[in-house]
T-cell receptor, first 117, second 114 residues
């Protein structure tokens, strides 16, 4: 059981380039989300999805796009990378929500370290 | 808006000593509270959570936390630290209204000295 798989693990971009961070889960989870982790700031929610075709913004959505065409995949797109987007990105999934239901929890991927020069 | 404050970005304890990591939250409705742990170069794992019911919550690896509404706190404790507990710990909050949005604290790095 692979869980939550993120690719690539490392990426270096130049300012203005675009790219897509991939996230896939094989647990049939409806809820998927993207966080960025910056030193001293914890994790901040970028976008999330409660099912195929449904997405919503989190705390820091600017500069990022998402779509959810299948239950398994939830890619994060950087349209025009900026140095402020240098961060570690985590994808997380769960059955229905961010964990407010009994016996529910977020499963995290191992992260993508992104540097924008 | 919800928020989480973790007191102390770094905590150092000796092996065998009590671990106490502090978390205070702000929420206008009854909160759901979580502690996650992150080992180096890994994603986060859930240690424990409080949604409703018993205010003392037991988690994995001997950790527990107590929800204290009057103090708006959810401190994490472990009676005896082990070297393998060295990691970064995050407190997080959500609620039944914004249940799909989890707000994390800044994290506390726990160092365990031999």
């Amino acid at each position: 059981n692979a869980g939550v798989t993120q690719t690539p693990k490392f990426q270096v971009l130049k300012t203005g380039q675009s790219m897509t961070l991939q996230c896939a889960q094989d647990m049939n989870h409806e809820y998927m989300s993207w966080y960025r982790q910056d030193p001293g700031m914890g994790l901040r929610l970028i976008h999330y999805s409660v099912g195929a075709g449904i997405t919503d913004q989190g705390e820091v959505p600017n500069g990022y796009n998402v779509s959810r065409s299948t239950t398994e995949d939830f890619p994060l797109r950087l349209l025009s990378a900026a140095p402020s987007q240098t961060s570690v990105y985590f994808c997380a999934s769960s059955y229905g929500s961010a964990g407010g239901i009994e016996d529910e929890k977020l499963f995290f991927g191992s992260g993508t370290q992104l540097s924008v020069l | 808006a919800q928020s989480v404050t973790q007191l102390g970005s770094h905590v150092s304890v000796s092996e065998g000593a009590l671990v106490l990591l502090r978390c205070n939250y702000s929420s206008s409705v009854p909160p759901y509270l979580f502690w996650y742990v992150q080992y180096p170069n890994q994603g986060l794992q859930l240690l424990l959570k409080y949604t409703t019911g018993a205010t003392l919550v037991k988690g994995i690896n001997g950790f527990e936390a107590e929800f204290k509404k009057s103090e708006t706190s959810f401190h994490l404790t472990k009676p005896s630290a082990h070297m393998s507990d060295a990691a970064e710990y995050f407190c997080a909050v959500s609620d039944w209204i914004s249940g799909n949005k989890l707000v994390f604290g800044a994290g506390t790095i726990l160092r365990v000295k031999s």
